[in-house]
């Protein structure tokens, strides 16, 4: 495994910590009047989600993981599981939802998404930032109602649940935020 210090530190590195993979979600580099510099990071676990944040010493070594990125397009749900083509090799594989995380609220049939492992195993699902989905479900709008700024619940053909403007009607097409799941124009 390649070595970094932690002044090379990123947004969305991806490090090894006690045999446990991390990916940094923030950074901040503090150098106080008395003492040693250090580094104050916000780490998200890539086996179960969670975050945990950590100090350094600035300038100490630490384990950056190699991952290996494939484009694979998103085919099936079998059972819970969600089933990804490798475009390169048309080989299939199985992706637990806890690898998904929020992804899997974005993800219909055909749509191609970023798979990283490690060591073989799928450690992360990365979609783009906005996506297009149909509206499943929704209340119609009503004759009148004109509040600048209203919205309705909408439920997407994935099974999402978001709020629309009123003038959106059930079978219209949506861009979605992923990292926020926020409505962001109508398609």
Known sequence: MPAITTNDLKNGITLELDKVLFQVVEFQHVKPGK???????????????????RTFNAGIRVEQAVLEKKDMQFLYRDGEDYVFMDMETYDQQSVAPVALGDAADYMVENSVAIIAFHNGEIVTVEIPAAVELTVADTDPGIQGDRVSGARKPATLETGKLLQVPLFINVGDKVKVDTRTGDYITRV
């Open 35 to 53: 003492g040693g510099a250090f580094v104050r990071t916000k780490l998200r676990n890539l086996r179960n989600g969670s975050v945990i944040d």
